[in-house]
């Protein structure tokens, strides 16, 4: 018997290994194997199991790393679907998305040995040594370099191994594996005669009482240690058994779940109908619930899901970001079973996680709620997947495996045959458009529940509001005015600042004009070190004017304000008033966003500051005002996608307005006030945004009417980047050519974030019609790159390109 093994390495090849006699009987699709590789042992994945091979001298595995397989193989078609679409080697893939821990493989330990005196070392081994005996365990080869910043740690090793001052061993580490309990009990038949101390006698009388229990339990409720119990288990008088103990994420939150039963209106009660008619047919059926915010959409959800359950069917409910899971959690807990509840996501312990998909796995779990991850859980019987704010871009992932969970959520349907329900208040253009052409069903919710009335939006023109100084306030008087009435009124304030604005764009005070790209239809970004504004798209490049082309005013203004400097002024205006800042700083610490949504819950917040993690799905009636800080951030942007990430965003804030009681009431400032994006979000009309946003899409070929590979080049050495990056571009338009007419090589230019981790950034589009003719382009780059200190990494439909 042979097997392919995918290993966890930057190459599309998979390995087959010989399986030995006595293993072969455990071999299945799934489970972890560890196998000699080189002069080296590496954990993988059994991928296939074939009965021959052609291939001489074929190494054997050396164990099988699981009792039982991680995924099936219906499971791995969708990783492997997965794996190729976004263009990632399977074994990377298969260890990005399956939780099984740090990969066992064999690393060098170095451990030091007590220096004798006299030796003569060079400054580097003195260097070495001296960091080692901080660690007299010892530490791994790896780990040298990266914790004590020092450089050819391997000959220096040996050099002092030589000199006898060090050791140098191989040990590898183990994986992720169950949890095992001990379990003792009593055997009656021996502990009659036996004779035994007082101790041992209280122990037993404590077993007979309880009956079997754990070994910790004993020991605590019985204060006795736990040798006086292993004697008599020794004696044969008690036995342990060992027992897995599943480790499980609480369903229990400190945000209360709102009513446990609502009445769905008339129009909720035609979508849930209209859902359940598709669930029925078992045949797979996209659908687009569009539904203003305040419609009630959750609720629909969660009928559709219990409707599932009841059929013995199997759910995926996905949200964008964890700070969503707490409300979301608080609304499952008591609704649905909880010992067949899994929550997935990163900011779990990967231990539990992998104790949870091994529970998915087993059958045992019947709904799973989580974050992109969670979409890879290999659920039997899965018959219908939620995607909840299906436009929001964190779904995508940006780093490694570059996918989106919203695309992939639809694929996995249509494996599965199932149901796939993508809901938002602000759809994203190519889902809309997806509907509209009658590749989706279209669900319409156009109302909010109780015909609650949408908040009044006023929009700011700030280039008519200038302080003395000339420069824009932060906070504009009528804004101001509003804080201080909600606060007398004893409401909340919504304070929103899209911070994904990483630098400043340049905006004429006078007249609104800003720096755009002829080339590229996007804004251009300040580089005030260079006193320039640039694409970084095409890398179209002019020197920053000083005066507007548009009025000739000389009143160019450079804008840009962060989350802190934000707080700081509010709580200057408002000394009196508990303000919180809920961005990625603050809520970093585990647990940290569920207190500060408690406390809004519970009132002990008067004005919230945030980042894009305060629009997201979250419902809170007293919030009767919001605020948004700068519209321009986000509309600035050098994304094609500026206008409808600024729509959405602008919208899904203003939708945590007004969901009490008392009406709401929303606050833009802008230097635009007459853009489409946001004289549409004023309106609350998507379909006027998406009609003049899809010709602008339509005429320059961008998503959905065209794709784009994205392929960003990085490298330690900038120089070495650059040249290659543009060698690169060069063969790219050759190859493009003589593939197809219709593709567009756009760049390659440096990235907006030219430097990250060390690394200098380029980056080249590669645009057209037909994805496989992207793929086929992008795929003969990758493989002509000849720099080995440059990386390529692929992004498939790119939701940023920062």
Request: one cysteine or more; glycine letters at 6%.
């Amino acid at each position: 018997m042979y097997i392919n093994v995918a290993l966890n390495i930057p190459s599309e090849k998979n390995f087959t290994y010989a399986v030995p006699e006595n293993l072969q009987g455990d071999i299945v699709v799934g489970k972890r194997v560890f196998v000699p590789f080189g002069n080296k042992k590496r954990t993988g994945f059994i991928i296939e199991i074939v009965p021959s091979c052609d291939v001489k001298n074929i190494k054997p595995i050396i164990e099988i790393l699981d009792q039982e397989p991680l995924f099936s193989a219906s499971d791995l078609d969708f990783y492997r679907w997965t794996a190729t679409y976004f263009m990632y080697p399977l074994g990377k893939t298969l260890a990005e998305l399956v939780p099984s821990g740090a990969e066992k493989k064999d690393s060098f330990w170095v451990t030091p040995i007590a220096p004798q005196a006299g030796r003569h070392l060079s400054p580097a081994e003195e260097k070495l040594l001296a960091f080692l005996q901080q660690h007299p365990q010892g530490i791994a080869f790896g780990s040298i370099s990266k914790l004590g910043g020092i450089k050819n740690v391997s000959s220096t090793a040996k050099k002092l191994q030589i000199a006898g001052l060090v050791k140098i061993e191989k040990k590898n580490n183990r994986p992720l594996a169950s949890l095992k309990e001990t379990i003792v009990s009593l055997n009656t038949d021996k502990s009659a005669d036996a004779k035994l101390t007082d101790k041992q006698k209280i122990l037993i009388e404590h077993i007979k009482n309880s009956g079997e229990i754990l070994l910790k339990d004993l020991t605590e409720k019985s204060g006795i240690s736990a040798d006086v119990t292993k004697r008599l288990c020794d004696k044969g008088i008690l036995t342990f058994t060992q027992k897995e103990k599943n480790r499980t994420v609480s369903l229990e939150s400190s945000i209360s779940p709102g009513k446990k039963r609502i009445t769905l209106n008339d129009r909720q009660n035609h979508v849930f109908q209209e859902i359940t008619g598709q669930l029925k047919k078992n045949v797979f059926s996209p659908i687009l619930l569009h539904g203003v915010t305040g419609s009630g959409k959750t609720e629909i959800y969660l009928r559709a899901i219990e409707d599932v359950l009841k059929n013995n069917g199997s759910c995926i409910y996905l949200v964008p970001e964890i700070a969503l899971t707490p409300q979301l959690i608080s609304r499952v807990a008591g609704r649905f079973d909880e010992d067949k509840v899994a929550v997935l996501h990163s900011g779990i312990a990967e231990a539990v996680r992998f104790d949870q998909w091994r529970q998915v796995k087993r059958g045992n779990i019947n709904l799973v709620v989580g974050t992109r991850s969670a979409l890879f859980a290999p659920l039997p019987n899965l018959k219908l997947i939620i995607v909840d704010e299906e436009h929001d871009a964190s779904y995508k992932q940006d780093e490694r495996l570059c996918y989106n969970a919203r695309d992939l959520a639809v694929m996995k349907a249509k494996l599965s045959d199932a149901v796939v329900v993508v809901g938002s208040a602000t759809p994203g253009v190519r889902t809309y458009y997806n509907a509209q052409t009658n590749k989706y069903r279209c669900l319409e919710l156009p109302r909010r529940v109780d015909d609650k009335p949408m908040p009044v939006v006023e929009i700011i023109d700030l280039k008519t509001r200038q302080e003395e100084t000339g420069k824009a306030p932060v906070i504009s008087d009528a804004l101001i005015e509003a804080i201080t009435n909600a606060l007398f009124r004893k409401e909340q304030v919504l304070l929103f600042l899209n911070k994904r604005g990483f630098d400043t764009f340049l905006v004429c005070g006078d007249c609104g004009y800003n720096f755009r790209c002829p080339n590229c239809a996007v804004s251009l970004k300040h580089h005030a070190a260079e006193s320039t504004v640039k694409c970084h798209y095409c890398d179209y490049t002019i020197k920053a004017m000083p005066l507007c082309p548009a009025c000739k005013s000389s009143r160019i203004l450079s804008y840009g304000l962060g989350t802190q400097k934000l707080e700081k002024e509010v709580q200057k205006l408002f000394p009196d008033a508990r303000v919180q800042r809920m961005d990625s700083d603050t809520t970093s610490r585990k647990g940290a966003q569920e207190i500060i949504l408690h406390d809004l819950e519970q009132k002990k917040i008067d004005i919230l500051i945030g980042t894009q993690m305060i629009t997201k799905g979250h419902d809170f009636p007293s919030i009767t005002l919001v605020g948004v800080i700068s519209a321009d951030t986000s509309l600035n942007m050098p994304d094609f996608r500026a206008a409808e990430k600024t729509f959405q965003l602008i919208t899904q804030v203003a939708g945590r307005g007004g969901r009490g009681d008392s009406p709401g009431k929303v606050i833009i400032q802008t230097f635009n006030p007459e853009h489409y994006a946001l004289k549409h979000a004023q309106t609350h009309d998507f379909n006027a945004f998406y009609k003049e946003e899809v010709e602008f899409r339509r005429a320059l070929r961008y998503p959905p009417f065209g794709r784009i590979i994205n392929l960003r080049f990085s490298s330690i050495k900038k120089e070495i980047l650059v040249e290659e990056a543009k060698r690169l571009g060069n063969i790219a338009r050759k190859i493009a050519e003589k593939v197809s007419r219709k593709v567009e090589i756009i760049g390659p230019a440096e990235s907006p974030l030219a430097k990250i981790r060390g690394r200098h950034r380029w980056q080249m589009l590669i645009k057209g019609e037909d994805i496989n003719h992207l793929h086929q382009i992008a795929a003969q780059i990758i493989q002509k790159n000849t720099s080995n200190q440059v990386k390529i990494t692929a992004d498939v439909d790119p939701e940023s390109f920062m």
